[in-house]
């Protein structure tokens, strides 16, 4: 029986690694920050492991006898996540610091989750921290996967919340395309991916929306039919700098947020579940299906 090391298992992706990991039979050994979330995994890790990865002292020796490191760490992209780390200490360094306790141990494979197009994005903190772990998982020896997500389902939830408030807005026409994906069927690419050779693997869900699609099924999951506030990427792009000299983690996530909300963001498409069906709502006539 392989030997997994999952790190981020109790983040929304990590949780479906570690249900997609147990129900293919692997052995696995969990990192984690907090004990008391950790006790909460379903089903249950088969070791559990507290420790902060922004740490390296407290990672001596996590990887020995470990035959595959998946990882999940990083940085929330929420507006409401406090957490002062910046992308650079998460997406970047706590990989980075996993990485050499698994070159030490000899860990033969890593499977890293970065995100769609983060080398096309040098200036942004979100994009850059991802690009750059990926260069240095390319050049560390161990054999690896880089999987590049566009989105995932469950950030929608938070636009959801915000249209329940009645604070729902877009920003610019709404008609850039994405196509998010499900986490579980994101996991079950993850899991396929143990024992393969190396490769980066950009994916979607089955699914292409307009950003103002998915501002509709907010909407609609939220019982929202009231107005929703259209705003000009001008007025956005002149709050930003102040933004900036406020509140360094704030704008990292919403200079990442508005860059990608101006372009196309379709990955080829995986899994089977649509963004409809994660919040049991009937499909909408979408822009672009």
């Not at 492991?49 to 990887?63: I, N, S, V």
């Not at 008609?175 to 994906?181: A, E, G, K």
Request: with cysteine; proline share 5%; hydrophobic share 45%.
């Amino acid at each position: 029986m392989k030997k997994v090391l999952l790190a981020g298992a109790t983040g929304h992706f990590g949780r479906h690694l570690l249900l997609e990991l147990k129900q293919q039979g692997f052995y696995v050994k969990v990192l984690v920050r907090s004990a008391r979330r950790a006790r909460d995994l379903m089903p249950e890790p088969d070791e559990i492991l507290r420790a902060d990865a922004t740490k390296p002292e407290t990672l001596k020796g996590c990887c020995e006898g470990i035959d595959v490191v998946i990882s999940a760490l990083g940085k929330s992209i929420s507006l409401k996540n406090r957490e002062k780390a910046s992308f650079h200490d998460i997406n970047w360094g706590a990989n980075y610091n996993l990485l050499q306790e698994a070159m030490a141990a000899g860990v033969p494979q890593f499977i890293y989750t970065s995100a769609f197009k983060a080398e096309q994005y040098p200036k942004l903190a979100f994009f850059k921290a991802h690009a750059d772990f990926s260069d240095t998982l390319r050049s560390s020896g161990i054999s690896y996967t880089i999987l590049q997500p566009t989105a995932l389902f469950s950030v929608f939830e938070e636009v959801v919340a915000m249209a329940r408030k009645r604070q729902i807005g877009i920003m610019g026409s709404g008609s850039p395309l994405t196509n998010p994906i499900y986490e579980g069927d994101l996991a079950k690419v993850a899991v396929e991916q143990i024992g393969a050779p190396s490769r980066e693997i950009p994916l979607g869900g089955q699914t292409t929306y307009s950003r103002h699609d998915l501002v509709r099924i907010a909407c609609q999951v939220a019982k929202h039919k009231g107005k929703v506030l259209s705003v000009p990427f001008a007025v956005v792009d002149t709050i930003l700098p102040l933004v900036k000299l406020l509140n360094r983690n704030l704008f990292d996530k919403l200079a990442f947020l508005i860059a990608v909300s101006k372009v196309d963001c379709v990955a080829p498409q995986v899994g089977n579940l649509t963004l409809e069906e994660y919040f049991e709502i009937s499909p909408l006539e979408t822009t672009s299906a």
